[in-house]
């Protein structure tokens, strides 16, 4: 492969963790409203401001001129993200933490998928898998939420 391809794929794969990331500070936002006085409000403040740690870091990764002209990248794996999570909630009647979980599950599928197949650059890749892992955090804090009885005190 060229050098060159692999910086353009590079910059499509980071370009798509950074709209998926945008995406899901979006949603949170919303779904902030349906919760407001409960203690999912401070879990999906949390999230919301992770998302927005994320988005600063990948667009500095990126070149100004890729984020500020998405139509020149393909969005592979923003559509893969949105394929996953509508596969994830088809058919079910959705709690709002499983929602979540649900959308933190197909991220973690998105990263995987890039740290995958693009990456040679070791310190990008480090910055990909920490991400990943503080995702995977997310997942298991949501996942334990979810068991009766449980609240983030315990």
Known sequence: MHPTDNTIQETEALNDLLQINMDKITLYEKLKRYCAGCYLAEIIEELIQQSRSFVEVLRSCIPETAYNNPG?????????????????????????????????????????IVLSDLFQNDALCSLLKHQKELLLNNQKTIRLLQLPGKTPDQ
Do not use: C, P
């Open 72 to 112: 020149v990248l393909s969005h592979t794996i923003y559509r893969l993200w949105n394929d996953l999570r509508a596969l994830y909630s088809v058919n079910e009647t959705l709690g709002l933490l499983a929602a979540l979980e649900y959308n933190e599950d197909a991220t973690i599928r998105a990263y995987e």
